[in-house]
């Protein structure tokens, strides 16, 4: 497997020509990379709850899938440890639309010779990102009084991993 660029080439919302038609040539983008995201409701989705936990991100920025992957399975992982199984309800309220692609440029002795340039380099798709504006809720916790510090707890461990500051809001 290709090893993952660095996200600092993303992390900005410059919008990329990202048309995606069913047919071939009106679409900028030839293909769709899968999304590593594979649960976005856990936990017990027909109970009522009384409190509701939103981790929130203070940057605008983009995120990728394998971030929010990360986050999912570390903080669905702390929440059955410590509430059980069926008392919360865990949901991703952001969904990995936006294509990200590159344009490999060869390097080293002839390299000059080989590269077809940058006129009309729409790239080759590497992975897909969640476009995010500052204040959007990222994950949300639903559970009762006594597991709130617990839901917290996760919420927070969810925010290192990803590429921003987040914060816990209480409802």
């Given at each position: 497997m290709a090893k993952l660029r660095k996200f600092a080439a993303y992390r900005g919302?410059?919008?990329?020509?990202?048309?995606?038609?069913?047919?071939?040539?009106?679409?900028?983008?030839?293909?769709?990379?899968?999304?590593?995201i594979s649960r976005y409701?856990?936990?017990?989705?027909?109970?009522?709850?009384?409190?509701?936990?939103?981790?929130?991100?203070?940057?605008?920025l983009q995120i990728r899938d394998n971030a929010l992957e990360s986050a999912r399975l570390v903080t669905l992982r702390r929440?059955?440890?410590?509430i059980g199984k069926i008392a919360f309800y865990f949901k991703i309220r952001v969904h990995p639309h936006h294509i990200l692609r590159e344009n490999p440029l060869a390097s080293g002795a002839g390299a000059d010779r080989m590269s077809t340039g940058m006129k009309c380099s729409?790239?080759?798709?590497?992975?897909?990102?969640?476009?995010?504006?500052?204040?959007?809720?990222?994950f949300r916790v639903t559970c009762n009084e006594e597991h709130v510090a617990f839901a917290k707890e996760a919420l927070a461990l969810a925010g290192t991993k990803l590429?921003?500051?987040?914060?816990v809001i209480i409802r």
């Open positions: 919302l410059n919008r990329p020509y990202t048309r995606k038609s069913k047919y071939r040539a009106k679409s900028f983008v030839r293909s769709n990379p899968h999304n590593r409701n856990m936990g017990n989705l027909n109970a009522e709850f009384t409190h509701v936990l939103d981790l929130v991100v203070d940057a605008t929440l059955e440890k410590n729409f790239g080759k798709a590497i992975g897909v990102a969640a476009q995010l504006k500052k204040g959007q809720t990222l590429p921003c500051h987040c914060r």
